[in-house]
């Protein structure tokens, strides 16, 4: 039951009425791998995580995670995963560490663990000194940071990232970067995610698939990729080559976060 890659999709096909925003989409992620989806908005990239994470079901086709089936055994494959979706996923009105305490609770940690844990994971990411103010008050490095914690406190096998830098400064973008390698490093998490920022597809992922209008267009290493346009071309190129460019804003802080998530949400 746990051989085989991380992730495996297969033929996935996702219709809302008329609309196809998959269309036998296949690919797999190996264990321990960073792998990147690409694409502009309306790709099907998030639909694609969304089905990954049991938060929908798929038309046609299937997904695996750790041989486990996504859509027969849902249960499962969510203790095996942390997600951190486009949209705010922290309540302002609570404190950091109630943030987290929450979550341990979804995922049904035992009371005789939950604190220690929240704790070890607020630890982690660098809040312990701000895990008792309100969410409200967080720069906007820290929300993601603070999201992160509630992703990873039931310690996932597999981290799925929908847009996880959108709206941070380069600083925050880079502080959140270090934490993710830092924990691949320490227990070999596998991570799949959506981004627009093509210089950090480059840099961290080990493969990227480019998709438009819900197909594969390519999948390679993002070098091999580059290769194929000509010398001296870039991951930007390649993803202007397959489908078109797409550009962010740059908010600070909880509300600005907000704001741009519900944004990036309504055009994916």
Sequence with gaps: MDAGPAVAVTALTKDYGEMRALDGLSFEVGRGEIFALLGPNGAGKSTALRILVTLALPTSGGVRVFGRDAIADPRHVRQMLGYLPQQLSVDGALTGRENVWLFAGLYD??????RARVEATLGLLGLNDAADRLTSTYSGGMVRRLELAQALVHRPRLLVLDEPTVGLDPVARGDF???????RERDGTTVL???????EAEQFAGRVALLHRGRLRALDTPRALESRLGEGKN???VFRTFSSDDGETDPGGWRDV??????VQRGS
């Design 109 to 114: 940690i035992p009371w005789s663990e939950r």
């Design 177 to 183: 970067w270090q934490r993710i390698l830092e924990l």
């Design 193 to 199: 995610l959506s981004t627009h920022y093509m210089e």
């Design 235 to 237: 991951l930007e190129d």
């Design 258 to 263: 907000r704001a741009t998530r519900r944004s």
